[in-house]
């Protein structure tokens, strides 16, 4: 067995959380060899509720458990962290402005960014899925972490993006290589399918698929898959965000197959015209444990009018982040 690693995962008692925790003491990202210790870390209303979710992570006793520990303390939570899950963000209200919003989460974001700093290994691998998610990592990675260390889920994006073209297509998921999400994962993302492929045939999928499909039904439905789910199922989409985290942290940690990329926000080094700095997704491979940027993809006229639609939607977001003085 290897070395235990130290796991957090923030808004413990919430319904993407009680989906990620058993799926992460179950060996699902880290390995069938690597026990894993758990810090669930709730707001002190929700500690009782993150009790129950520890007993029955206990009771379901599995091999690779090694520990689990609750606490509403950050500077707890996150002692030691090999990886951390922030999942727990403040939603938006009805009415609510999106520089409240902004203000809301940068006032878990910021001390939750501050603590992992302060407390986690030097190598923290952070994932933020908490909405706005691209900004809410920017704050995080704002308390000073390692370059690169900082991202934010776009990886559910990808996935459904993956499941809309393999339905339309005929191809099975396992097939498809190459899909890109760009941008903010907002009502602004940019799917694209511009390099997706089947890896059986090589066959471009964007040459099998009508350019209407793609952009009336497609990249919007991509967008608002989101909603879509609440309309029908009257909650969140809880489970495949648990999914797509796995995905996202267990590729980073193992590595993305290879002739394969996937989409990850994280901060832009200048790559395809995004801003450095700006967090923002691209598509990306994990190579010794680190994610790298896809380079040198040709980017024709409508995906750079989109890529640049999702990145200003980005830089508004970043300045209202400014003006609050939240970085």
Request: hydrophobic share 45%; glycine share 10%; aromatic share 6%.
């Amino acid at each position: 067995m290897n070395t235990p690693v130290t796991v957090t995962v923030t808004g413990a008692a919430g319904q993407i959380a009680y989906s990620l925790l058993f799926r992460i003491a179950a060996g699902g990202v880290f390995g069938p060899t690597t026990p894993v210790r758990l810090r669930l870390l709730e707001i002190p209303a929700a500690v009782r509720a993150a009790d129950g979710v520890a007993m029955e992570l206990f009771d379901a006793a599995f091999p690779l458990l090694a520990d689990v520990e609750v606490t509403d303390d950050p500077a707890v939570g996150f002692d030691g962290a090999d990886a951390a899950f922030l999942v727990g963000a403040k939603p938006r209200g009805k009415g609510a402005e999106r520089a409240e919003l902004l203000a809301d989460n940068g006032g878990i974001f910021g001390p939750q960014g501050r603590a992992i700093a302060g407390h986690a290994a030097d190598d923290v691998r952070v994932l933020v899925v908490g909405n706005p998610a691209n900004t809410n990592a920017s704050i995080v990675a704002a308390a000073g972490l390692p370059a690169g260390h900082v991202t934010a889920m776009t990886r559910l994006d990808h996935n459904r993006a993956l499941a809309q073209v393999s339905a339309a297509s005929g191809v099975p998921v396992a097939r498809l290589q190459r899909m890109t999400v760009w941008g903010n994962h907002s009502a602004t993302q940019f799917p694209d399918i511009a390099e997706l492929r089947d890896a059986a045939t090589g066959e471009r999928l964007a040459d099998r698929l009508s350019p209407e499909w793609v952009a009336d039904e497609f990249i919007p439905r991509v967008a608002r898959r989101g909603s879509e789910i609440i309309d029908v199922r009257g909650a969140s989409s809880a489970a495949s965000a648990a999914s797509a985290a796995v995905d996202h942290m267990h590729d980073w940690v193992h590595g993305t197959p290879e002739g394969d990329w996937v989409s990850v926000a994280l901060p832009s080094d200048g790559s395809y015209g995004v801003p450095e700095g700006l967090v923002s997704s691209f598509p990306c491979c994990s190579v010794d444990g680190e994610w790298e940027i896809v380079r040198g993809l040709e980017i024709g006229a409508d995906q750079r009018a989109r890529i640049d639609a999702t990145v200003a939607d980005l830089q508004a977001e970043a300045a209202t982040v400014r003006s609050l003085g939240l970085v």
